[in-house]
């Protein structure tokens, strides 16, 4: 998963860290990222990233998924994810599985709270010299520290497992009262 701006994995070291994933032939690779780098050229840095990563098809233990795959389908296929500061990271978190993270130095979230979180949950690298120790020590781990990442899931989503629940009884409270307040739990 890469985020499209010129800070995320796919414009820093996406071509390194996918040159090292083509040698590891006992893993099966699943690459995408965000839908800006394939359809957006403004967006994308001018680069045609389907041209520049089409080399996957000849590894057979690679596949590029473009934008119109659905993104929750890989999710749940992979056992880990190679990320960084896309929307995708934190959608993959609740499924409690190991995050490799890339934090570009240049890059900030707008919330701190946010960045320490994270890095409390994942295996973060910021340089590729960085990436293989990341990597290994998320491959062998055999699941997730799941208080810290409740911590971040519980801070990024509201209603994380009920939201159907909780989008009924806003809507519910919305016909009777024409207001809803986010924090709703209970029909009126």
């Known amino acids: 998963l890469s985020h499209w701006t010129p800070t995320s994995l796919m414009h820093t070291w996406g071509n390194e860290v996918l040159a090292a994933l083509r040698e590891r032939r006992d893993l099966n690779v699943l690459v995408t990222g965000h839908h800006h780098l394939w359809d957006h050229p403004a967006r994308s ?22 934008q119109s795959e659905d993104l929750v389908v890989l999710m749940h296929a992979a056992d880990l994810a190679i990320s960084d500061n896309t929307s995708g990271t934190l959608e993959y978190a609740v499924l409690q ?12 979230f707008s919330e701190p ?14 340089h590729f010299n960085d990436f293989s120790a990341a990597f290994e020590t998320a491959l062998e781990r055999t699941g997730v520290e799941t208080t810290a990442r409740s911590a971040l899931t519980s801070y990024t989503f509201i209603n994380v497992g009920t939201s159907a629940l909780s989008a009924a009884i806003a809507i519910e409270t919305i016909a009777r009262n024409g ?9 009126p």
């Open 97 to 108: 599985r190991p995050i490799v993270l890339f934090r570009h130095p240049d890059f900030a």
């Open 179 to 187: 207001v809803v307040s986010l924090n709703a739990t209970t029909a």
């Open 113 to 126: 709270e946010l960045d320490r979180l994270l890095a409390a949950t994942t295996d973060v690298f910021s």
């Open 45 to 66: 840095g001018g680069i045609d990233w389907r041209a520049r990563l089409a080399w996957i098809a000849d590894a057979p233990h690679m596949r590029l998924f473009t």
